[in-house]
């Protein structure tokens, strides 16, 4: 899934390690005892699109919602990728397993305990409860702003396409809305007494836990529904759960946080809580809020990565402040053609297999990562899937050649073989921005080498993504016939519903389609169906390792490159390791020589 990723990227390349990949000295010094106090200091450029966590649907809103949200199980700070990654009780008092009993021989049934001492601050402050999740689960697809996350909870939760499918026809007024809330029940979303809630599935699931801990199914309180979800007015009586809580908003301007005297920290096993408050600053712009972030004016980024430029200047210098996202050799990003596999352009002949696969060796990917900065900062890749995502076979070249330059003499005898001797005429669509524009070019002259005559089409980001890859009726048009793309999975690890299953199930494909070129192949279909129905994630894998090597096989997306994202820190900041989160853990964070002693 795509959550407002242009600004998490720095460039869309994957930087070299800089210190070790996130714990940098200047962020995290040996043998430092953390210290509490003082206002974290954040700098960027935007507004966070919506404070309901139903319908948050940007990376800025998933950061924030950890200081004053909080969900069933979340993803813990931790020092390696792995831990990271793996999902642990939030409210939760454990992770449900057959063993215990959480989860049900048939893997259909998933008991969850809720612990106790979790509170809203409401007056007076009240513990969350069973109630709450089931109404937070409701909530998702309310007929004013339905989630973007729905895509993971109606093929999974029994019952709630019909739920769903009642709720759209409610008027958008909070009196309806609570209405229908207070009297419709979603089958497979029940409250068993105030602390334990149940979830019924239409089928097993092996990555339930990891949509769980997705923030759009966090529980809700009773006040929203005083409110049409996520207005002007449901904003100025936000609601806490978590360490800290909202204590101002101007929208475009400033956000600001403090402590929440309803929260207890023994009731939160992954928020330390540190700092006293939490500013938000959303009046910058890129380059000012790098230089703020150096000068130590500010301390964290907010939306604004460091400008390329910047990047390579801090590489060279071996700043230790520069963190990147995840450490190690992961990485989070994969940038991507798609290909419109139904544009009429050329005769259809982007609906032949041969020709997309030619249109593969045609790439330079090599001199793709040149053009973003070099072997240090951007890195070759041809299978469908981000390495250690599902689906990923370590070694897997689907489309080799020598230093990953392309192979130009292959692809111009496969487009003769095809019935394109002289090659064809396509369009390229981009975003247009710094990060897109060289790879475009790059490709461009790629494409040239062998007879393949390329357009390049930008566009303005929220033309790109709201008017054309979102569009079936652009695509069927051909309106395009290859796009400049990228993705951020929502979760790592057992993740193909987010990646395989989102991209390229053929009967998703329809407005706001996340499948861009209309990709259809019915065997890909089956394999996904199983693949989601896996009881566990051993089986899971295997499926989704074949998944993706048919998908490779039918090249309905030229892959690129994958890459890390990158965070400067400011001079006090410590505790910070960069995740796979994309920035520092708000809540697990401290600020040097602003102690006031105690803990939270």
């Keep these: 899934m795509r959550l407002s990723i242009a600004s998490a990227m720095v460039g869309g390349v994957l930087l070299s390690a800089c210190g070790d990949g996130g714990t940098s000295t200047a962020a995290r010094k040996a043998n430092e005892v953390p210290e509490r106090g003082g206002t974290l200091r954040l700098i960027g450029t935007t507004d966070i699109d919506h404070l309901s966590t139903t319908s948050g649907n940007t990376m800025q809103a998933a950061f924030l919602f950890r200081a004053f949200t909080r969900q069933l199980f979340a993803y813990p700070t931790a020092p390696s990728y792995e831990e990271q990654t793996e999902v642990v009780p939030d409210l939760a008092t454990t992770l449900p397993t057959r063993e215990n009993g959480g989860i049900s021989s048939d893997y259909t049934t998933y008991t969850v305990h809720i612990r106790q001492g979790a509170r809203w601050n409401s007056s007076p402050p009240r513990q969350v409860t069973a109630t709450d999740q089931v109404r937070g689960f409701k909530l998702l697809c309310n007929p004013v702003l339905p989630s973007g996350g729905l895509v993971y909870y109606l093929p999974t939760i029994a019952g709630l396409k019909t739920f769903c499918g009642a709720f759209a026809k409610v008027p958008p007024t909070a009196a309806a809305i609570r209405t229908f809330v207070d009297t419709h029940e979603i089958d497979g979303v029940r409250a068993l007494d105030d602390s334990t809630v149940q979830f019924h599935l239409t089928q097993p699931a092996s990555d339930f836990l990891h949509i769980l801990a997705r923030h ?64 938000v600053d959303e009046t910058s712009n890129g380059t000012s809020a790098q230089q703020q972030l150096e000068s130590g004016v500010a301390d964290l980024p907010w939306d604004a990565p460091p400008p390329a430029v910047d990047v390579t200047r801090l590489l060279a210098s071996g700043d230790p402040r520069l963190l990147l996202a995840p450490g190690g050799d992961h990485v989070i990003n994969m940038k991507y053609l798609v290909v419109n596999a139904l544009s009429p352009s050329q005769q259809h002949a982007l609906a032949r297999k041969d020709v997309r696969q030619a249109l593969q060796y045609a790439v330079d990917r090599a001199a793709i990562a040149q053009a973003l900065g070099g072997s240090a900062v951007a890195r070759p890749h041809t299978q469908v899937v981000l390495p250690f995502a599902s689906g990923y076979r370590a070694g897997f070249d689907p489309y080799p050649s020598a230093g990953a330059h392309g192979d130009s003499a292959k692809a111009q005898q496969m487009l003769s073989a095809a019935g394109f001797p002289r090659g064809v005429v396509l369009k390229l669509a981009l975003a247009n921005g710094p990060a897109s524009v060289p790879i475009a070019t790059t490709l461009q002259q790629s494409f040239r080498r062998v007879g393949v005559t390329v357009t390049l089409m930008p566009f303005s980001p929220a033309d790109f993504w709201g008017k054309l890859l979102g569009n079936p009726d652009a695509v069927r048009r051909g309106d395009w016939d290859l796009a400049l793309t990228e993705i951020f999975p929502d979760w790592q690890g057992n ?45 899971a894998d295997s499926l989704w390792a074949l998944t993706a090597a048919r998908v490779a096989d039918d090249a309905p997306i030229l892959p690129l490159v994958v890459a890390k994202a990158a965070v400067y820190v400011g001079p006090r900041v410590r505790g910070c390791l960069v995740s796979a989160a994309i920035n520092c853990d708000l809540t697990n964070v401290w600020l040097a020589g602003t102690s006031t002693g105690g803990r939270p």
């Design 216 to 279: 759009f199914g966090s529980p809700v309180p009773v006040e929203y529904l005083a409110y049409v979800p996520d207005d002007a007015e449901s904003r100025r009586h936000t609601l806490s759960d978590g360490p800290y809580r909202i204590t101002s908003y101007l929208p475009n301007r400033e956000l600001t946080l403090g402590r929440n005297p309803a929260w207890d920290p023994a009731s939160d096993p992954i928020r330390k809580a540190w700092v006293d408050s939490i500013r």
């Design 495 to 539: 993740n193909g519903r987010t990646t395989l299953a989102l991209l390229f199930d053929g009967r998703t494909f329809g407005p706001n389609t996340q499948n861009f070129g209309g990709y259809d192949n019915p065997d890909v279909n089956n394999l996904i169906d199983r693949a989601l129905a896996a009881r566990t994630r051993a089986e």
